[in-house]
């Protein structure tokens, strides 16, 4: 009999609800994870007691009142309600584009108003059939829009240009007819009371882990201690990237303790111009309603992936997901190994999105 009945792979959101499930149902796991803290992406780090959100902005939201209960009854979630702004040229535009965002472009007071610029904007591009994300943006949205709030920011994230990423990356874009600054549809919203970090700890209490332990440095030995291994890292380094490596995007984050109270009185302001390198700025206090007297700001720096830093963003064009398929087949043939998470998956996941896939698995 081996000593664990589940050898988890990875401390994040996957990691540490499927370790929570098991355990109610009576398992043995080990969690190790090769970074030096638990929690992968939505770890916390304490600055200033302020919670700053390590590896990026990370807000809870769901529809699905099972997930919505379940991380509730491990931790208390606040009312943080995401309300973005753009940043273009020193103008300000509330996300996503509602009245307030129409308002502001073009002076616009009414939802007919509003339909019919964009409309009228739509219909002068003349494009029927678009060919990539420019022409597939200007086509849901019109040019002005898309010029000032969806073009330079999009090239900043993925660093190509739009009319090289194909169409289907944008099938939607939010509009709103209405004055709500509310980013996300869903029912349910928030952080937790106290940082992610809560969250984490609640899920692996009274379970084993091992931080700045790294899986493939001592693989046989930890394969053979568990009857089952649970992997969230890359799938394509899980088989020694026998077809190719997959491709990510990843970001810098260049972190500040500034001594003042209040530095952008928004958690996330985005800045869409390219002449600005970083993506956004995150004032983590106002994930918290804080009233710390100093602040903590960080900016995003959006890059392509590589050997050494963290990859964040599966580049889901059809070359990548054609290798990724390759290496699915081979997952899929696994007995002994459960693949989970974006980096196993090869997919962006919301975080409900990752609680409700592991209280699926049976």
Not at 187 to 205: E, S
Request: proline fraction near 3%; hydrophobic fraction near 35%.
């Amino acid at each position: 009999m081996k000593q664990y009945d589940y050898l988890i792979v990875g401390s994040g959101l996957f990691g540490a609800t499927f370790a929570y499930k098991a355990k109610q149902r009576g398992k043995k796991c080990l969690v190790i994870d090769k970074r030096i803290h638990l929690g992968g992406n939505i770890y916390c780090e304490n600055i200033a007691n302020i919670n700053v959100h390590k590896y990026g902005a990370h807000i809870f939201h769901t529809s699905n009142k099972e997930v919505w209960n379940f991380v509730n009854s491990i931790v208390e979630f606040n009312r943080y309600t995401n309300s973005p702004i753009a940043n273009y040229k020193g103008k300000l535009y509330n996300l996503p584009f509602n009245m307030n965002t129409f308002y502001a472009l073009w002076g616009v007071k009414t939802p007919e108003e509003a339909k019919a610029k964009i409309e009228e904007q739509r219909k002068a591009s003349g494009i029927t059939y678009p060919k990539n994300l420019e022409e597939q943006a200007i086509s849901l949205v019109g040019k002005d829009i898309y010029e000032i709030l969806v073009k330079e920011y999009t090239e900043k994230q993925w660093g190509r240009k739009c009319t090289e990423l194909p169409a289907f990356i944008i099938k939607r874009l939010p509009v709103r007819f209405t004055f709500d600054n509310n980013y996300f549809n869903d029912i349910y919203q928030g952080i937790p009371v106290g940082g992610y970090n809560k969250l984490i700890d609640g899920l692996l209490a009274g379970i084993d882990t091992k931080c700045n332990t790294d899986f493939f440095e001592c693989r046989e030995y930890f394969e053979s201690i568990a009857d089952k291994t649970v992997f969230t890292g890359k799938i394509d380094e899980f088989y020694n990237y026998r077809f190719g490596k997959l491709e990510y995007r990843t970001v810098q984050f260049e972190t500040e303790t500034l001594d003042c109270e209040n530095y952008q009185g928004n958690a996330v302001v985005n800045y869409t111009e390219r002449a600005v390198p970083y993506t956004r700025i995150i004032e983590h206090k106002h994930f918290e309603f804080g009233t710390q007297s100093k602040t903590v700001i960080s900016k995003e720096y959006s890059s392509e992936w590589r050997e050494g830093s963290e990859p964040f963003y599966p580049v889901n064009d059809e070359k990548n997901n054609a290798l990724y398929q390759q290496y699915k087949e081979l997952a899929d043939q696994e007995k002994r190994v459960v693949f989970g998470g974006r980096l196993a998956e090869y997919k962006y996941y919301d975080m409900d999105k990752v609680v409700e896939q592991v209280l699926r698995i049976k």
